[in-house]
Nanobody
Framework: QVQLVESGGGLVQAGGSLRLSCAAS????????MGWYRQAPGKQRELVAV???????NYAASVKGRVLISRDNTKNTVYLQMNSLKPEDTAVYYC?????????WGQGTQVTVSS
């Protein structure tokens, strides 16, 4: 089974930017919809952004206008460009399919936004 490995998180000040990457150990071209999810402390995991195989995107209202999801099927990688970060964006970010497959959850990458 393909494994997904997230990277690119870190500590950033409010208003800053980060680019997250999700590298797959195998081909993602057969995955119709992939997404980025996040889980903040004490909260349920939520869907942040999705992208179809054809490049159609959709975003949660809380991040719309501030983030951009993209995918490179040749590199088997999905990206999340995050701009104008807010403290409420602090969470562990994961990538997965949509709907998510239980076997695809990785370790995630921590994003911490200081005020």
């Amino acid at each position: 089974q393909v494994q997904l490995v997230e990277s690119g998180g870190g500590l950033v000040q409010a208003g800053g930017s980060l680019r997250l990457s999700c590298a797959a150990s195998g081909s993602i071209s057969s995955f119709n919809v992939m997404g980025w999810y996040r889980q903040a402390p004490g909260k349920q995991r939520e869907l942040v952004a999705v992208i179809t195989r054809g490049g159609i995107t959709n975003y949660a209202a809380s991040v719309k206008g501030r983030v951009l999801i993209s995918r490179d099927n040749t590199k088997n990688t999905v990206y999340l460009q995050m701009n104008s970060l807010k403290p409420e964006d602090t969470a562990v970010y994961y990538c997965n399919l949509k709907p998510p497959g239980s076997g695809y959850w990785g370790q995630g990458t921590q994003v911490t936004v200081s005020s």
